[in-house]
């Protein structure tokens, strides 16, 4: 009787066995699939740099008009704000004392070389007389110094005479260069008090200079690229373009042409200066322009596309799928951008599997299906030619 027990127990589990074997192909089945996400794998790669700072524009040349002679303004010849030529004239300052003055040394002068004409002609005569003993040596000495002083006085008469030329000349205050004449600071019937008082002032504005400053940082990393640092010095060929107000380029590149030698303290930067040709003079002293080098390059440059960076809270985060396709999130450094990628100065390397699309679905530690991102192969040739622009500093 156990016997015939066992054997309907044992039948029993061999009915059973398939019903449970379909049990848990069933459960097996409906699993949920891995979370599929596009990846990009980190290469880093050269390309062309662009950097992007904020710059001032200044005149390249700026000088102050002065009278150099007292005296009342007697007319203001100039048109406020237009351009004005070398030697062309500003002011005119009332000439009476001045032309007076003038001529009353021209007859000064005059008078001191007749006295030198007549002390020379007795000087000849008696030069003869006191060769043959007719005069004695005394009256020919005291000819001889009052010639010597005639002269001495015809000279200062000249001095004289010039300077009160020079003086009536000077009441026409001339524009020492030429360039865009400023505001009118003293008018018609002001009383000038010589080189005490500002007129007005010339500016230069062709070519015109823009002043940026890189920060410390971004200096450290141009000396430390020999390519770099061979091209940010004055005079060198490195294009220099400057973006108006209305986010339009200027006409004209410039050329950086002065470099401050030291760092300003209070702000970690350097002032460079870059000189534009002008002549539409679009650029004009105290316009704030963006200016962007073009022409320098990066060696192994990481480039990720932007949707993969994320920002929070002040950090910038990707998603990186590592061993056995688990995903861990990674700090990352991102400073620049070329198009629609990020540059990463710090956080990725080489061979990194960075996810792009699908970010949504992942979280630290879940296992992943990862698939080349589908532009990935499309978009890796553009970038071997795009240029990288810097991230402008304190921008999230």
């Keep these: 009787m156990l016997t015939a027990s066992i054997r309907v127990l044992r039948l029993s ?5 398939p019903l449970l074997a379909g049990a848990c192909k069933e ?10 996400v596009a990846v990009v794998t980190v290469a880093p790669r050269t390309v062309n740099q ?11 040349r700026s000088v102050q008009v002065r009278a150099q002679v007292e005296g009342v303004i007697v007319q203001r010849v100039f048109v406020e704000g237009r351009l004005v030529s070398a030697g062309e004239t500003l002011y005119r300052i009332d000439p009476t004392m001045y032309d007076a003055a003038w001529r009353g040394a021209k007859a000064r002068l005059a008078e001191a070389e007749a006295r030198l004409a007549n002390a020379e002609q007795n000087l000849a005569r008696l030069e003869s007389l006191v060769s043959v003993n007719a005069i004695s040596r005394q009256e020919y000495d005291n000819a001889e110094a009052e010639a010597k002083a005639a002269r001495a006085t015809v000279e200062d008469a000249h001095a004289v005479v010039d300077q ?14 030429g360039g865009r004449v400023g505001k009118a600071l003293l008018e018609a019937g002001a009383r000038v008090r010589g080189s005490d008082d500002i007129l007005t002032t010339i500016d230069v504005l062709d070519p015109i200079y823009v002043t940026f400053k890189p920060s410390g940082q971004q200096l450290l990393s141009w000396k430390r690229d020999p390519r ?8 060198s060929s490195l294009k220099v373009t400057a973006f108006l107000p209305d986010n339009r380029p200027a006409p004209t590149t410039g050329r950086i042409t002065f470099i401050d030698p030291v760092l300003d303290p209070a702000t970690g930067t350097q002032a460079f200066r870059a000189s534009f040709p002008n002549p539409g003079r679009l650029m004009l002293p105290g316009q704030f322009v963006r200016v962007r080098l073009a022409g320098l390059t990066r060696d192994s440059t990481v480039l990720v596309p932007q949707r993969a960076v994320l920002q929070q809270m002040g950090r ?14 990674r700090d990352v450094e ?15 390397a080489a061979g ?45």
């Design 13 to 17: 589990q061999l009915s059973l066995a």
């Design 27 to 36: 459960a097996a089945s409906s699993a949920p699939p891995l979370p599929e």
């Design 50 to 60: 662009d950097l992007d700072f904020a710059g001032s524009v200044e005149a390249s």
């Design 164 to 177: 009160a030329k020079k003086n009536l000349d000077d009441t026409s205050v001339r524009a020492e260069l």
């Design 228 to 235: 770099s640092s061979n091209l940010l010095v004055p005079g």
């Design 316 to 329: 910038e985060i990707v998603y990186v799928v590592g061993a056995g396709d688990s995903v861990k999130p």
């Design 334 to 348: 991102a400073t620049g951008w070329s198009g629609d990628r990020w540059l990463i100065e710090k956080g990725l």
């Design 352 to 396: 990194d599997r960075v996810v792009v699309d699908g970010i949504q679905k992942v979280a630290p530690g879940r296992v992943v299906k990862p698939v080349p991102l589908a532009d990935s192969a499309a978009a890796a040739p553009e970038v071997l030619g795009a240029a990288v622009q810097q991230k402008p500093r304190g921008s999230p």
